[in-house]
């Protein structure tokens, strides 16, 4: 398997109404240190239908400014629809909403 679909596999696994962080998508996946690597690999999600990368936000519950598919006010409608509330200032509060990754 590559690390691209390492890290689609830890995405999807993410529930509704939830969100994960980069670094822990990374360290799901195989290395803590692929953190970068998930960012790269959600900007080149082959299925967005599928594979849920609007749920992956930085360590501090931040929105992607650069959301590939819509960009970030897209992103913040995606998570909305999935009942996760995104703050003013376009961040998501972790200690609510973050995914154990169980």
Not at 4 to 24: D, N, W
Not at 35 to 56: E, F, K, Q, S, W
């Amino acid at each position: 398997m590559t690390v691209f679909e390492l890290i689609y596999e830890q995405v999807k696994k993410i529930p509704c109404g939830r969100v994960a962080t980069y670094g822990q998508i990374a360290m799901l996946a195989g290395n803590p240190r692929w953190a970068r690597a998930v960012g790269y690999a959600l900007h080149a999600n082959p299925d967005p239908d599928t594979i849920p990368c609007y749920r992956v936000v930085n360590r501090y519950g931040a929105l992607s400014p650069a959301f590939v598919f819509g960009g970030i006010n897209r992103q913040a409608e995606l998570l909305e629809a999935d009942g996760v509330e995104v703050r003013s200032d376009n961040t998501v509060d972790l200690e609510k909403y973050l995914w154990n990754g169980l």
